[in-house]
């Protein structure tokens, strides 16, 4: 029997040609890179990936393309959020055709269903796959938060319904919740937030974190600490890194294409999401700041 996932699931931004549209090389070199630093499985399109922005054609050539660079060497996790339970089952169906691993959804992120709507979307979705599933409990106005007990059912009742990804708040003490009402129905709780939360959902039970993808061997070696029961020096790194995600936090997707781009990996920064900052010459100026403290936690 495979055993359930944990570590460190990065999630692969979408790079973009110089007249947007999708790097496809670029693509592939983040990939590669991930793998290179550690990643123990890789995750996408989503919210990091500006999966809003992609159209269905390019969501699947993204996955396409994620899926045959990995090449089974790690895990990968499509995620597959539509705006009604159909799409998303079609998508679902398409990714695992391809060959990915399992899928990650959120609820219908325009029309935000209550709890019966939540439970039946995945209950269509669940039914169409044979793939394990990540619900995906994020923060409005994108995501529909929903209850502990609610997931705990989800997790219960539903085949195929094995895995939460905690992003309401507050996400340490919903990851305990959600572990305390689940029980052995749900095979592991990762976090998500850029890892922000990382050593205090290890503490309550959570089972992996998705960060995005621009600083992985940062974040596994965060991880390989915690794994090797070493908490005070996986606090060590992680007060290092602290800076580069809380800078993350204000910028967002513009500031994991910036780090990415100094490191090499891809050659533009562009982004396709309205709300996206460029990043002018303060922002760049702290940032090369805090990457020369954060720098030395990079492996690639």
Known sequence: MTSPWRGIFPIVVTPFTPDYALDEDGLRRIVRFSIEAGAHGLV????????????????????????????????????TTSGHALATAALSQFAQQIGANGLMAMPPHVVHPDA????????????????????????????????????AR????????????????????????TIRAAGD??????????????LDDYRRGSTGNMPACQA?????AIWDRLEAEDEAGARVLYNRLLPLINYERQYGVALYKEVLYRR??????????PSAVVLDAEDKAELDA???DVGGLFTV
Request: a negative charge.
């Open 44 to 79: 996408g399109p989503a919210n990091a990936s500006e999966f809003a922005t992609l159209s269905d054609d390019e969501r699947k050539r993204w996955l396409e393309i994620v899926v045959h660079e990995t090449s089974g060497q790690v895990p990968v996790i499509a995620t």
């Open 116 to 151: 019966a709507g939540c439970y039946a979307y995945y209950q269509t979705l669940a039914s169409r796959t044979d793939l394990p599933i990540f619900v995906q409990n994020y923060v409005g106005p994108v995501g529909t938060p929903m209850s502990a007990d609610l997931l």
């Open 154 to 177: 989800m997790c219960r009742e539903i085949e195929h319904i094995d895995y939460i990804k905690e992003e309401t708040l507050p996400s340490s003490r919903k990851v305990s919740e």
């Open 290 to 292: 805090i990457l020369a």
């Open 216 to 220: 992985v061997d940062a974040h596994v």
């Open 264 to 273: 090499g990996v891809i050659p533009t920064t562009l982004c396709r999401l």
């Open 185 to 198: 129905a749900c095979k592991g709780v990762f976090g998500g937030q850029g890892g922000i939360y990382l």
